[in-house]
């Protein structure tokens, strides 16, 4: 199930009354008399879509009205539309490669690109009235080639795509659109359906701004990882350097054995403690080391029964593991038996395309779809295979729960 949504959408109207005259007459006399400056400093309108971190499935359209603080940190508010009504949704905050370059790795995982928003036409800066077409579109050209090196950090604490009539939640971070297929996942009609309504109401084409766009150079980027790489390259280039003959292999062969563990830590197994109550009496509240396969990542081959650990929905950067209690289409019991505080609730919910419902194995000790709803496959990352220590606790841990057969 896709969601996006753009600032002609129909959302939930905000609640309460309308404004009186009264309050009218009050505000007009405080814009009069106040002083505005951080708000006067505002100088871009930037309009985009806001892909959310923790479900690339879901997107909003994002108007940006940006202050440069330096020539490296820009200041954005977001709103979902440049109206006078508009809801504030969050703030990104933009640096530059060179300032991104300074940041610690686990920071820089919080940060996303805007190259592919820049060259696909995606982002854009509304033309002002009054001001030629063919004189703005050369100025927004510019402005894009210095847009599309630079990082944005954005958080969202309203989320007006699922109607929520005041921001609830915490806050969500977002992300940028990177290629066309992450596109698809949040739109079935890719760049073409997701850009109709609002280049029709900008009076844009992003099509003809993606073309005069094509000269924009590719961006260099930068990561924890990438910047890993790049130093153990230098390292072994400073080995052969040295030594051509016997360091140089020596080095060849560390070098290769360090980017294949690399590998198989990344992208097949990776091991976790257990933390917490609400997997008892499968595994213990701590102590206990748990092998995770990665291959089962995004959901794969995961089948009703399986323990996943997966990104939460709620908390940044925070993993935990439940048992796969629904699969997508099945039909789940909202409150099973023994637990406590999700509502005391007994109906029967569908699991939605693209979800799973997971609970712990510690009923009333554990927070989990039964509090915040069926989770996105795509938050998984692992699936608990194995428990490897203590010594004395070493075993496979195996599915044996099955789905209810239905006559």
């Known amino acids: 199930m896709t969601s996006c949504v753009s600032s002609d959408s129909e959302l939930s109207g905000v609640p309460g009354d309308a404004r009186s005259t009264k309050s009218r007459v009050l505000e007009t006399g405080a814009a009069m008399t106040q002083d505005f400056t951080p708000i006067k400093q505002i100088c871009a309108h930037l309009n985009a879509f806001h892909v959310y971190a923790n479900d690339p499935t879901r997107c909003v359209e994002a108007n940006h009205y940006c202050t440069h603080l330096t020539e490296d940190v820009r200041q954005c508010l977001i709103y979902d539309s440049p109206g006078p009504n508009a809801r504030l949704l969050g703030v990104e905050y933009m640096v530059s490669p060179r300032i991104f370059a300074t940041l610690p790795p ?76 992450s596109v698809k996942a949040a739109h079935p009609g890719g760049l073409d359906g997701l850009l109709q309504g609002r280049d029709e109401r900008f009076g844009v ?58 590998l198989v830590w990344e992208h097949l197994i990776t091991i976790q403690s257990s933390e917490g109550p609400s997997m008892y009496p499968t595994f213990n509240p701590r102590g206990d080391w748990l092998l995770i396969s990665r291959r089962h990542a995004n959901g794969k ?107």
Not at 210 to 219: F, L, P, Q, Y
Request: net charge neutral.
């Open 301 to 407: 081959d995961i089948q009703v029964g399986d323990i996943v650990r997966f990104n939460h929905p709620n908390f940044l950067g925070m993993h935990s593991a439940k048992r796969v209690l629904g699969m997508p289409g099945d039909f789940v019991c909202r409150d099973p038996p023994y637990s406590t505080g999700a509502g005391k609730q007994s109906d029967m919910i569908q699991v939605p395309e693209g979800h799973v419902f997971l609970v712990g194995d510690n009923l009333p000790w554990s927070r989990d779809s039964r509090n915040f709803g069926p989770v996105p496959l795509g938050l998984i990352n692992g699936k608990i295979v194995a428990r490897v220590w203590p010594p004395s606790k070493m075993e496979w841990v195996r599915n044996t729960m099955q789905p209810a057969q239905l006559d």
């Open 106 to 181: 686990a920071e820089r995982r919080l940060w996303h690109t805007h190259e592919f928003e820049v060259k696909s036409g995606l982002l854009i800066m509304p033309t002002p009235k009054a001001v030629p077409t063919a004189a703005w579109e050369a100025a927004e050209t510019a402005e894009m080639q210095d847009i599309a090196p630079i990082y944005g950090k954005t958080y969202h604490m309203w989320q007006v795509d699922r109607g929520d009539p005041v921001p609830m939640g915490p806050p969500q971070l977002m992300g940028s659109f990177t290629s066309p297929e």
């Open 205 to 262: 084409n992003y099509r003809e701004k993606a073309k005069k766009r094509e000269n924009i150079e590719a961006v260099e980027k930068h990561s924890g990882h990438a910047l890993a790489v790049q130093h153990m390259e230098r390292l072994l280039r400073s080995a052969l350097r040295v030594s051509p003959g016997a360091v140089g292999r020596l080095a060849l062969n560390g070098a290769g054995v360090f980017c294949a563990c690399t």
